[in-house]
Nanobody, 124 residues
């Protein structure tokens, strides 16, 4: 059973920063998976934010977050991070990490394993 736990969400003012963490627990080694971050605001579909390949050499971002968000992984800590800078109120959402049984990521929700999400609220 692959278990992913997100943390690091919270309330931040517009222009502020947060770092989200996606930790694999139990017998899960996150180094075996490509990992993506997604977000979902109330009444909207879950949307792709960023993803990183299993090796960490390939990374992709949604156009809306390029230059402000950074995804990284520390396999020794069994964790993937999402550094979010210059946050905007419209980025208020529940943020999810997901793992894919593949070396490469996709920018769709075609991931096999999902965390429970962490709330990010950006005030104006």
């Amino acid at each position: 059973q692959v278990q992913l736990v997100e943390s690091g969400g919270g309330l931040v003012q517009a222009g502020g920063s947060l770092r989200l963490s996606c930790a694999a627990s139990g017998r899960t080694f996150i180094s075996n998976y490509a990992v993506g971050w997604f977000r979902q605001a109330p009444g909207t579909e879950r949307e792709f934010v960023a993803a990183i390949s299993r090796s960490g050499f390939s990374i992709n971002y949604a156009d809306s977050v390029k230059g402000r968000f950074t995804i990284s992984r520390d396999n020794a800590k069994n964790t993937v991070y999402l550094q979010m800078n210059s946050l905007k109120p419209e980025e208020t959402a529940v943020y999810y990490c997901a793992a894919r049984e593949s070396a490469m990521f996709v920018a769709t929700t075609n991931y096999q394993y999902w965390g429970q999400g962490t709330q990010v609220t950006v005030s104006s």
